[in-house]
């Protein structure tokens, strides 16, 4: 039985509508301030702006038509359906609350091992997704997923048997206990950095104890984590002890990883047309860690090549996974889906031609 790929993250439901809201209340403003500059273009200031646009805002319908839909959601639940899809054997530890067995037995299709997923009599979050033509915004409900924990759970050593891989999304504190147990049985150790998690270096190093293998986290948040705005060399002397491989993704400026002995830059694809930026982080960490789990074979072997004397074919598997990464990302983002195994090859063939 091939071993399989953990993610150690969050399940939720996500109410997600599709509405022009945003569309329609960016036109409103636009009309509004351009009418107002072009009859009084001397009495134009700040207090103005902030009039015209809460008008803007109160004239828009109370109640809002949009297109909606109950579906799973949380970064738990996105990345082990985006690693499942590509063939990989996944196994999602989380906790959900009651009345979503329906997530489970969806999960169950789609191939993934539910054996760990946990349920808590309390309310499962849900986050409100809205999207329009040109953005997508999450309403998140903290107050409901910290109840989402392991507190009151007894998981022993079994969740983490048969498995090369445990990726947990974002780190924060209660996936910590969890994800040094998977440490001490010796799998590859991976983790996201989220701004809205982590707050703080403070933070991040009482949840990190020991350097882990591989982490992932954008430029932007990086400046917010660490209050400063400084270049990537800068950031990384900060956060370099966190894990021997540092993965950090900066949009249309691709993606840059760094060890204690090399770095690489990956440029981004140039497309014609982006619908939609969101999941673009997690589908980016799934395609490359898909790469680390068909290329390395465990924990031992992925030592051996952070060695001085490996480097060279270190750095060939970290090049394929930032690849793979960027196009697996790339897919998501062109066109609203995470790619099955297939769909990526013929999309890489594509690109190629």
């Known amino acids: 039985m091939a071993e399989e790929f953990i993610v150690l993250g969050e399940l939720h ?77 996944t196994r999602l530890i989380s906790v959900i609350g009651r009345d979503c067995e329906w997530m489970i037995s969806e999960l169950k ?3 993934i091992n539910t054996d760990y997923i946990f349920q808590q009599d309390a309310l499962t979050p849900i986050s409100t997704v809205i999207k329009s033509k040109f953005t997508t915004k999450i309403h ?16 022993t050593k079994e969740a983490f048997e048969n498995a090369k891989i445990i990726f947990t999304t974002p780190i924060s504190s209660k996936f910590k206990s969890l994800f040094e147990m998977g440490e001490s049985l010796g799998l590859i150790t991976a983790f996201t950095i989220e701004a809205q998690k982590i707050h703080s270096l403070e933070q991040l190093s009482n949840i990190i104890g020991e350097t882990k293998d591989i982490f992932f986290l954008n430029l932007k948040d990086a400046k917010l984590i660490l209050k400063e705005d400084l270049n990537l060399d800068k950031i990384d002397e900060k956060l370099s002890r966190f894990a021997k491989v540092r993965v950090y993704t900066a949009g249309e400026k691709g993606s840059y990883l760094l060890t204690d002995n090399f770095q690489i830059h990956h440029p981004s694809i140039k497309v014609k047309e982006i619908i939609d930026l969101t999941g ?34 270190f750095e060939y598997i970290l ?7 960027t196009i697996s990302s790339l897919y998501k983002i062109t066109k609203q889906v995470a790619p099955s195994k297939a769909e990526l090859d013929d999309f890489i063939k594509q690109l190629e031609k």
């Open 13 to 89: 439901q996500d109410l997600y509508y599709e509405s022009e809201f945003y569309d329609n209340l960016v036109e409103k403003i636009t009309t509004k301030l351009l009418n107002f500059i072009h009859h009084n273009p001397d009495d134009f200031n700040s207090r103005i702006a902030r009039k015209i646009i809460a008008q803007a805002f109160g004239e828009i319908p109370k109640k809002i038509e949009s297109q909606g839909y109950i579906k799973r959601g949380g970064n738990g639940n996105n990345s082990a359906d985006y690693v499942s899809r590509l063939e990989i054997p």
């Open 109 to 111: 299709e789609n191939g």
């Open 140 to 155: 998140v409900a903290p107050n409901l997923k910290q109840k989402m924990n392991f507190e009151a759970i007894d998981i």
């Open 280 to 313: 673009a982080g997690d589908s980016y960490a799934a395609g490359f860690l898909s790469k680390i789990y068909e290329l390395i074979e465990d924990k031992y072997h992925f030592q051996e090549y952070t060695k001085i004397e490996r480097i060279k074919e």
């Open 319 to 325: 090049k394929e996974s930032m690849k793979f990464g």
